[in-house]
């Protein structure tokens, strides 16, 4: 396919994703041109991430343990190994603040949140409607909603979520279409997902078992039947292997 021919192609979405873009713009200024000087939330949870990305930065830099910050409490200096550790995330932010400062990293990442969350949740209702106006609108109130609003205000790990609304679509075109393929990249995003925020990762777990055993009661009742087959338990076994393959480490 042609550059013009996909542009014509996906030329509704280029415009609608465009249009996501410029509200998040709108709602978030003058965020995205003061990067580097200002930040969203107040000076409690929002100052102490930044300070964390800049002393993970520099503990990386000077080849030491991030998990041990003698200038804390010092000379004793605070030990952060009981802490639960975000190896995924932190290494996103440790690029992103080594390129642009810990405090352009930390906006960015909430910037960010607010596109690709209307994107994602586009996607998904696009999914099941087929009718993008309704796929727009559910994006831009999924992205904007007082939840995602409260949670930027300095809870960056918690701002993060895109990743539900993909997971989802995942999960129900593997319930489709119940294929290597789709489990295999249901298993990928769900990965995704659960390293940018344990949270979220553990919410998902419970959704999906719940969801699983709903159809399966439903084929019960409706159909006499389990409603899943040996096979399909062994692709949703592999979904899950994938995960592990990649969490693990």
């Known amino acids: 396919m042609s550059k013009r021919n996909w542009i014509k192609k996906y030329k509704s979405e280029i415009i609608i994703f465009t249009f996501f873009v410029l509200i998040s713009i709108i709602w978030t200024y003058p965020l995205v041109f003061r990067l580097n000087s200002v930040f969203i939330g107040g000076h409690g949870d929002s100052s102490a991430t930044i300070w964390s990305i800049w002393w993970f930065k520099n503990a990386w830099k000077d080849n030491i343990s991030n998990l041990f910050c003698p200038i804390i409490t010092a000379p004793f200096g605070h030990d952060y190994s009981n802490t639960i550790q975000y190896q995924f995330t932190d290494t996103l932010v440790f690029i992103f603040s080594s390129i642009f400062g810990e405090i352009s990293a930390y906006n960015i990442f909430l910037f960010l949140s607010f596109p690709l969350s209307a ?123 994938v995960f592990i393959l990649i969490v693990l480490p």
């Open 119 to 241: 994107i994602t949740m586009y996607f998904l209702v696009h999914y099941f409607t087929k009718n993008k106006i309704v796929s727009m609108i559910s994006g831009l109130i999924y992205s904007l909603c007082p939840y995602h609003y409260l949670r930027i205000q300095g809870h960056l790990l918690l701002s993060l979520i895109e990743w539900i609304p993909l997971y989802f679509l995942f999960l129900f075109k593997f319930d489709e279409k119940k294929t290597f393929k789709n489990a295999i990249t249901w298993g990928f995003v769900f990965s995704l997902l659960f390293l940018m925020a344990y949270y979220y990762g553990f919410f998902t777990i419970i959704l999906t078992i719940l969801f699983f055993m709903l159809k399966i009661l439903y084929s019960i009742v409706k159909e006499k039947k389990v409603g899943i087959s040996f096979l399909d338990f062994l692709k949703i076994i592999l979904a899950g292997f």
